[in-house]
């Protein structure tokens, strides 16, 4: 049974910073794959925050880049985002998501974290 626990949502000030983490379980035998950040602010679609690839290739939303960076630990399998310079249009609820195969990679699923407030305040 796969989960996604995530940790380091909260409020702050316009321009500061916050540190989201993200820790799988469930997965052994199985292969993590494409690890990312969503998010959804009220009244709008989940939207693609960034991206990591098994090998650390990263991909950005436009209105992040230079700002947010994402990382991951295979060793732990976490995923963190690393947001500075935040701003009030940043304020969503934040959803990690994993791409996790079967060991002989017949069969991929798609995990998501329960998701965790982000509010900025100018």
């Known amino acids: 049974q796969v989960q996604l626990v995530e940790s380091g949502g909260g409020s702050v000030q316009a321009g500061g910073s916050l540190r989201l983490s993200c820790t799988p379980s469930?997965?052994?035998?199985?292969?993590?794959?494409?690890m990312g950040w969503y998010r959804q602010a009220p009244g709008k679609q989940r939207e693609l925050v960034a991206t990591?690839?098994?090998?650390?290739?990263?991909d950005y939303a436009d209105s992040v880049k230079g700002r947010f960076t994402i990382s991951r630990d295979n060793a732990k399998n976490t995923v963190s985002l690393q947001m500075n310079m935040l701003k009030p249009e940043d304020t969503a609820v934040y959803y990690c998501?994993?791409?996790?195969?079967?060991?002989?990679?017949?069969?991929?699923?798609?995990?998501w974290g329960q998701g965790t407030q982000v509010t900025v305040s100018s």
């Open positions: 990591i690839t098994s090998g650390g290739s990263t």
């Open positions: 998501a994993v791409d996790v195969s079967s060991i002989t990679r017949t069969v991929t699923s798609r995990y």
């Open positions: 469930g997965t052994i035998f199985r292969i993590i794959n494409d």
